[in-house]
């Protein structure tokens, strides 16, 4: 699986276990469709095995620790199960560590799907697959999400209560009191109170829908290109633009996108060079030479409904042939449009460049639902032309 992907169960009962090349802690979160849990019952880890159709199991440091959720037996008001992990190590990060999620048929043991998160390194805990309901049906998604803070950083945002320890007060100094004297007792003393603990980050807005109107992407974040009671996007416009930074010199980019396969295979790329690929499901507006002046500079049209069945991921890049760095653009941004209403669906601005000469702007993944999710990368590598950006953009898929 691909970070955003799905895939439905075809068992009631499955079970979640994370392996990595060090002990990992494992939990698991019942979630309502506030995306909070009702009560801190609902946290389910070592301290704490057993819930509504929730189950932990330790591996017991030769077998990974696992997350069994019965379906059947998950209560109504219950949306999803996010499953989570944290090395067992105190302050680790994921850094040099890849683990890996897989979703068995808790029955037969048989692996559903697995999914291992691309380029961790601070994260010291993750929400790394979810088990949730959509149209009475129970599915399971990729996640990834990560956080800076561990497992207490992750429960908080669902709505769990974390005490921390309060810090010790010191003891108070005993004066030197001389040996003809009676002893003196020490002032009283009160400790100061100790310190909040840091507030947790707030997690990613995760996964959301089209059904609140045009959706603002930050980086890394997820928007299902779906809105409730209305039928798939057909065909869809992927608008790329760029203005020159403070003034300077025309700026020559080259908008792309590069079409890959269920294994992050290349299947084809359109560019200025190539204006249509597909059998003309995708097509190039064709090359800008200065990016001046409003509007997008270029538009690549996707016809969702004509996209062959091989073909499951679109990776959208900008390129500057002429070796000028993304530190000379200004304002580069994509957005998402319905190609039959003009409706601007979704936007991503680019707030930060690097010295570099490519960019993958955006990802879209089709689900097994047959929808389409669209995802904010903002990546930058070091490549002049598409054919350059074919293996890092699967990376990252």
Same mark, same amino acid.
């Given at each position: ?18 392996? %990595? ?33 929730? &189950? ?7 077998? #990974?620790? +696992? ?17 989570? +992990?944290? @090395? ?18 808790? *029955? =037969?043991? +048989? ?43 992750? %429960?908080?945002?669902?709505?769990? =209560? ?10 108070? #100094? ?12 020490? @002032?009283?003393?009160?400790? #100061? ?5 840091? *507030?947790? @980050? ?31 996007? *057909? ?19 080259? *908008? ?22 597909? $059998?003309? %499901? ?7 030479? &200065? ?10 049209? !996707? ?5 062959? #069945? ?8 900008? $390129? ?20 039959? &209403? ?26 097994? =639902? ?19 950006? !074919? ?7």
């Amino acid at each position: 699986m691909t970070p955003g992907s799905n895939i439905p169960l075809s068992a009631t009962r499955v079970t979640v276990d994370v392996t %990595a090349p060090v002990r990992l802690d494992v939990s698991g979160l019942l979630l309502t469709a506030d995306g909070k849990v009702r009560s801190d019952d609902d946290f389910i880890f070592y301290n704490q095995p057993s819930g509504p159709g929730v &189950t932990y199991a330790s591996g017991g440091g030769s077998a #990974p620790d +696992a997350i069994t959720v019965d379906t059947g037996a998950v209560p109504a008001d219950i949306e999803k199960i996010v499953v989570t +992990a944290s @090395p067992d190590a105190a302050g680790q990060s994921f850094q040099g560590i890849e683990p890996t999620a897989t979703v068995r048929d808790a *029955a =037969s043991g +048989a692996a559903l799907a697995s999914f291992t998160p691309p380029r961790l390194g601070a994260e010291t805990a993750l929400v790394i697959v979810e088990i949730y309901r959509r149209n009475g049906a129970w599915k399971a998604r990729a996640v990834g999400q990560g956080y800076a803070n561990g497992l207490a950083g992750i %429960a908080t945002d669902f709505g769990v =209560s974390v005490e921390e320890p309060a810090a010790a007060p010191a003891p108070a #100094p005993t004066p030197t009191v001389p040996t003809t004297q009676a002893p003196v007792a020490p @002032p009283v003393q009160t400790p #100061p109170a100790p310190p909040a603990p840091p *507030a947790a @980050p707030p997690l990613g807005a995760g996964k959301i829908n089209l059904d609140k109107g045009r959706v603002s992407l930050q980086k890394n974040q997820t928007v299902s290109l779906v809105k409730g009671g209305a039928p798939l996007l *057909a065909r869809v416009k992927m608008g790329l633009g760029w203005e020159p930074a403070y003034r300077g010199k025309d700026i020559d980019l080259d *908008a792309s996108v590069i079409a890959y396969g269920p294994q992050r295979n290349h299947v084809d790329s359109c560019y200025f060079g190539k204006l249509a690929i597909l $059998n003309g %499901a995708i097509k190039h507006s064709g090359d800008n030479l &200065t990016g001046e002046g409003g509007g997008d500079d270029e538009v690549i049209v !996707v016809d969702l409904g004509r996209i062959p #069945p091989e073909v499951t991921g679109l990776v959208f890049t900008v $390129n500057s042939f002429t070796g000028q760095k993304f530190t000379e653009v200004a304002k580069a941004y994509c957005r998402l449009v319905d190609a039959t &209403t003009d409706e601007e669906l979704v936007r991503f601005d680019l707030t930060s460049a690097e010295a570099q000469t490519g960019v993958m702007m955006a990802k879209l993944v089709r689900q097994f =639902s047959g929808e389409w999710d669209m995802t904010a990368m903002g990546e930058f590598v070091k490549s002049r032309t598409v054919r350059g950006m !074919v293996k890092p953009a699967a990376k990252l898929l």
